[in-house]
């Protein structure tokens, strides 16, 4: 065999390697979001009661936000995240490996690789946390059904018209740029060792999370365990990040979400908090 064979075979089998890990990580993912993500439920079912409405809600006892539940909505979004985004990570990650080999010859890339993906994940992890956090807000305010949906249409207008509006922004532009170009990422933001390993997997983490997250905010809308929901949102940033049609997507989703939040919020009433009196709304306030 000759030396260039054997090395196209090395790359072969390292492809192979990589891509099998991705798709168990993903797949387990999947698995623990359908099976409910430790609640008392599938998500079909959950799916199932959201598509009730309000009697479904009724049914259902508000969260009672403790150390536990916060922990257990951390894990619930950030393997949500997981499968959701490490598919549109996989080119990424592939060419990493590829270039890992090549960097370490006689060495393992399969350990700097998953360090990457780690760090990747990491910063979808520091997402999560904020997550967290604005879903305790909204329950607070009950702006947040038992069913983990927007229970104000107000809300609902202003998460569809926010997540239109990033769309078409620069900032938007520049970190999907960044996403769809995985071979022009590696050779500007190259870093040797653990540590610029781990850096580089933080600030493709970070380009990813500066993509996506206003989209991830739609989960509020659409419900944090609704499956279809969840497989939307998915498909959609898989196209959008690795298909030749991806700019072309952003644009036109940008403006449909602007157009649909526009229509909510023309016919939704004030928001309404909990424990506010109804004459500071009746006074304009």
């Known amino acids: 065999m000759s030396i260039d064979a054997a090395v196209e075979s090395v790359v072969k089998r390292d492809r192979v390697v990589v891509l099998a890990a991705l798709a168990t990580v993903v797949a387990l993912s999947w698995a623990y979001l359908l099976a409910g993500a ?39 979004w950030w393997v949500m ?11 990424m990650v592939l060419l ?9 010859e006689t060495g393992n890339p399969f ?37 983990l949906v927007s229970a104000s249409a ?15 922004t620069p900032l938007k532009r520049a970190c999907l740029r960044h996403c769809r170009s995985p071979l022009q990422f590696i050779l500007t933001h190259w870093r040797s060792g653990a ?15 500066g993509c996506c997250w206003f989209l991830m905010g739609l989960l509020f809308f659409g419900g944090i365990m609704n499956v279809y929901w969840i497989i939307g949102l998915a498909v959609f940033v898989l196209l959008e990040k690795v298909t030749p049609m991806g700019h072309w997507l952003r644009n036109l989703v940008g403006i449909a979400l602007i ?9 939704a009433p004030p928001l309404r908090f909990l424990g506010w009196p109804e004459s500071v709304f009746s006074a304009g306030i």
Request: charged residues 10%; contains cysteine.
């Open 38 to 76: 430790g609640m008392n439920m599938s998500a079909f079912e959950m799916t199932h009661m959201t598509a009730g409405g309000v009697g479904m809600d009724m049914m259902m006892r508000p969260a009672v936000w403790d150390i536990r539940y916060a922990g257990l909505m951390f894990v619930m």
């Open 81 to 91: 995240m997981i499968a959701m985004m490490l598919p549109s990570a996989a080119p």
């Open 96 to 104: 990493f490996a590829a270039m890992s080999r090549k960097q370490r």
């Open 111 to 147: 350990a700097v690789t998953s360090l990457f993906a780690s760090a990747y994940l990491i910063a979808w992890a520091s997402f999560s946390v904020l997550a967290v956090g604005l879903q305790w807000g909204l329950d607070r305010f009950a702006l947040l059904s038992p069913m």
């Open 154 to 168: 107000a809300l609902d207008g202003t998460l569809l018209l926010a997540a239109g509006i990033y769309q078409l």
């Open 195 to 209: 540590g610029g390993t781990f850096c580089m997997g933080i600030e493709h983490g970070a380009y990813c999370v």
């Open 259 to 267: 157009v649909w939040g526009t229509a909510v919020l023309v016919g």
